[in-house]
């Protein structure tokens, strides 16, 4: 594939998640302010950018590979995420003077090393003889 081919691809499946996320959203908004049709439509728009974008596109690009390869390269990106990339937002959130901001990348970042932690169990328990250990 060509390489801007696939970076609009992956730009393609960024908004298509962030659509899914935002309307998921909206949805449970309406829902708890007893707006259920309101809220249906919200959820149809969510699953249209899921089922029908997300996915078709995610496996135009290749996103999914082998159990054992899926791990590994979440694992990296976990890692890269926790330590580098929310560390790197908090810092400038904070320098910026949005400490609540700030908190919530770092926050965020717990998590992400957690999953990380899950991940590696995960891929100890399905490849004993990793040497990701």
């Known amino acids: 594939m060509h390489p801007a081919t696939r970076q609009h691809l992956l730009a393609a499946m960024h908004q298509s998640a962030f659509t899914f996320a935002r309307y998921r959203l ?3 908004q309406a829902r708890h302010n007893g707006r259920e049709e309101l ?3 919200f ?3 969510a699953g249209e950018a899921y089922f029908d974008h997300f996915a078709k596109e995610a496996v135009l690009a290749g996103l999914v590979a082998t159990e054992a390869e899926n791990l590994h390269q979440l694992i990296e990106e976990e890692a890269r ?3 580098t990339v929310y560390q790197d937002y908090a810092a400038q959130a904070d320098a910026a003077g949005d400490p609540e901001v700030g908190r919530c990348f770092r926050e965020v970042a ?3 090393r957690r999953r990380r932690g ?3 169990a995960a891929l100890r328990a399905f490849d004993p003889a ?3 250990r």
Do not use: G
């Open 81 to 83: 995420d926790a330590e």
């Open 110 to 112: 717990e998590h992400e």
């Open 130 to 132: 990793d040497p990701a």
């Open 43 to 45: 959820d149809d728009t």
């Open 39 to 41: 809220a249906a439509l």
């Open 26 to 28: 909206c949805a449970v």
């Open 118 to 120: 899950r991940l590696l």
